[in-house]
T-cell receptor, first 111, second 110 residues
Framework: DAGVIQSPRHEVTEMGQEVTLRCKPI?????LFWYRQTMMRGLELLIY????????DSGMPEDRFSAKMPNASFSTLKIQPSEPRDSAVYFC?????????FGPGTRLTVL | QQQVKQSPQSLIVQKGGISIINCAYENTAFDYFPWYQQFPGKGPALLIA???DVSEKKEGRFTISFNKSAKQFSLHIMDSQPGDSATYFCAASLNYQLIWGAGTKLIIKP
């Protein structure tokens, strides 16, 4: 079975540009999470969707960040405009129940 | 109350030895305690998990010991192998929230 799929795996962009990260959750999972991992702050939950509906977006750092889940098999996290402090690894995870399964991540570098 | 304290920060173990990582929590409402293994450049992978009504769970060389009264839980890796070298995270869950430990970088020396 395919796990959580994320694209791109690496993204290098310049400050001010729009960045879109993509995620395909595991089929049959009804919960989707976006996390950010940095050395300083560890793993932070950005947003949680249940049955495609955003339930908790309190972790989204600023209005520059937005996330959508138009259907059960696709989600996007958009940063517009991007800033150097957004540089991190962004993980998508999905679950059905309490066990979360993480994707390989997108390493974002904003110059 | 939402913190999970993990120790040690780093650990070096000889091949074949036992690796032990400890975690402590405060909030007794947590109802699920997973351990994740993360290799460089990869996402965290669920390794093993336990619920607070169980004192021990074993899967292959990995064992979780859970002490509800002390609010502590630990991961034991028996017969540690170089391929176990990774960062290990404990976590505590309530509903959809995962509260993460800070991580332990484990190095297994051949």
């Amino acid at each position: 079975d395919a796990g959580v799929i994320q694209s791109p795996r690496h993204e290098v962009t310049e400050m001010g540009q729009e960045v879109t990260l993509r995620c395909k959750p595991i089929s049959g999972h009804n919960s989707l999470f976006w996390y950010r991992q940095t050395m300083m702050r560890g793993l932070e939950l950005l947003i949680y969707f249940n049955n495609n509906v955003p339930i908790d977006d309190s972790g989204m750092p600023e209005d520059r960040f937005s996330a959508k889940m138009p259907n059960a098999s696709f989600s996007t996290l958009k940063i517009q405009p991007s800033e150097p402090r957004d540089s991190a690894v962004y993980f998508c995870a999905s679950s059905r129940g309490q066990s979360k399964f993480f994707g390989p991540g997108t390493r974002l570098t904003v110059l | 109350q939402q913190q999970v304290k993990q120790s040690p920060q780093s650990l070096i173990v000889q091949k074949g030895g036992i690796s032990i990582i400890n975690c402590a929590y405060e909030n007794t409402a947590f109802d699920y305690f997973p351990w994740y293994q993360q290799f460089p450049g990869k996402g965290p992978a669920l390794l093993i998990a336990i619920r607070p009504d169980v004192s021990e769970k074993k899967e292959g060389r990995f064992t979780i010991s859970f002490n509800k009264s002390a609010k502590q839980f630990s991961l034991h890796i028996m017969d540690s192998q170089p391929g176990d070298s990774a960062t290990y995270f404990c976590a505590a869950s309530l509903n959809y929230q995962l509260i993460w430990g800070a991580g332990t970088k484990l190095i297994i020396k051949p």
